[in-house]
């Protein structure tokens, strides 16, 4: 119990005038004692009363007898407790906080006192000390009343998928979005991955990675946002986005959440990720994307993350299917369909693919052509499972250049300006046809 000066000024001030300050627990004592000092009841009775022990009345009743009501005070009362947290090391918390550290909270600072200054202290003395200092303002949220999803079994049948837009680089570089990939049945950071936006492409070549190193999961878990879902026009769930073609030929169920709560785990991973990554990455000098990337490989941090965060699966066993059978390559590929028109051309993205006269099969105008885009930007024509023969027109025909009409300026005739102004014409010159001759 920490005393401060204006209670300790206020005890001596008590002493002087001959007051003791005892709680209720001590006067009931007092009452106890003084009847055995008349002897009116035993030692063992009085520690019947008290609810203590025999020996510890015999050693109390010593100091009644010497120093009166006392010696039933507690002897570490008004003393500075040993266990107290050193001054210095609070002020050097403090000092961080404000500097190198800030944003850091309770548990984060904690951790990296003991990893990088030797310094052991709990969470809740830190957050004490920065409540003190006004650096933390402890959260009062009301809560909605909610039913908790219980996990899944088993390691590998869901994995909850989403990306935080955030200042990762706390203004060091431009605003990125982390793709998160999460184990539900664990808790487990399976894949972490900074892209410069939620894009197809970028959604993609993270899925592909993590199938790659992990293998394919029964279901993924995402939001509805444009990317996983297609929300305009599609109540009846038939139009596809081309991310849930690729995983539905991977044979992985897509679920959508209807609010941020349903998928609580990724929700409140990214809320760990936005406060202790950030940090991280700041004390390690990070400040671009293929930086932090290759810090998020070589670096024990997901590792670390892990170790703390995650919690065993209630049934043992790998859930995840092998992706040997599959050509990872083509099946994370956008793919469109165009209509080949009459001079066996294809129209993409403002690009022209002219198609060759010899193929493998049988292609006529009108015909479907699907158009297949790969994660490295290369495209490829198919119709009916057969690839195409085709080369990009660089440039389109040149016209003819058309010079324009001159238009020469001409004067109205007498006549007309006549007409205009209301007077009659004047008599032609030209002489009268002659009559025509009737036939005999």
């Not at 998928?161 to 060091?172: A, C, I, K, V, Y």
């Not at 670096?299 to 059978?325: C, M, P, T, W």
């Amino acid at each position: 119990m920490v005393v401060t000066k204006k209670a300790k000024k206020t005890l001596k001030r008590t002493e002087l005038m001959g007051y003791l300050t005892m709680n209720r627990k001590e006067r009931e004592q007092a009452k106890v004692f003084e009847q055995i000092k008349l002897g009116a009841i035993t030692q063992s009775e009085a520690a019947t009363r008290l609810g203590i022990s025999d020996r510890w009345v015999r050693k109390k009743i010593k100091r009644y007898y010497v120093q009166g009501d006392a010696g039933l005070v507690h002897i570490s009362r008004g003393k500075t407790s040993s266990r107290r947290w050193n001054p210095k090391h609070e002020q050097l918390l403090a000092g961080l906080l404000q500097a190198e550290w800030h944003g850091f909270g309770p548990t984060f600072a904690t951790e990296k006192l003991e990893e990088m200054h030797a310094i052991k202290v709990s969470s809740e003395t830190v957050r004490k000390a920065m409540i003190r200092s006004m650096l933390w303002v402890p959260k009062q949220n009301r809560r909605k009343h909610r039913i908790r999803r219980e996990r899944k079994p088993m390691f590998g049948i869901m994995v909850q998928l989403d990306g935080s837009p955030h200042d990762w680089f706390e203004g060091r570089s431009e605003g990125c979005t982390l793709l998160v990939f999460i184990d539900d049945a664990t808790s487990q950071v399976l894949w972490l991955e900074f892209v410069h936006g939620e894009s197809v492409a970028a959604l993609m070549k993270s899925t592909k990675s993590f199938v790659e190193k992990h293998g394919i999961p029964h279901i993924f878990y995402t939001d509805h946002g444009s990317v996983f879902h297609v929300n305009l026009n599609n109540k009846e769930e038939i139009k596809k986005t081309q991310w849930e073609v690729a995983c539905e030929e991977l044979g992985i169920k897509i679920i959508h959440a209807h609010s941020p709560q349903a998928k609580g785990r990724v929700e409140r991973c990214n809320q760990t990720m936005q406060d202790r990554l950030i940090k991280e990455m700041r004390l390690a000098g990070i400040s671009s994307i293929d930086a932090a990337n290759e810090y998020l490989r070589a670096s024990s941090f997901i590792e670390k993350h892990n170790r703390k965060f995650a919690v065993l699966a209630l049934q043992k066993g790998d859930a995840y299917r092998g992706h040997q059978f599959y050509d990872l390559a083509n099946v994370f590929t956008t793919k469109e369909t165009r209509i080949l028109a009459n001079d066996f051309t294809i129209l993409y993205n403002k690009r022209i693919f002219q198609l060759h006269d010899q193929q493998k099969t049988i292609v006529r105008p009108k015909d479907e052509i699907i158009i297949k885009v790969d994660l490295a930007d290369t495209v490829t024509l198919w119709i009916r499972k057969i690839e195409l023969d085709f080369s990009e027109i660089k440039s389109k025909p040149l016209m003819q250049e058309i010079k324009p009409i001159e238009y020469i300026s001409r004067k109205p005739s007498r006549n007309s300006q006549r007409w205009a102004g209301g007077f009659l014409p004047q008599e032609s010159r030209m002489k009268p046809a002659m009559p025509a001759v009737e036939a005999v």
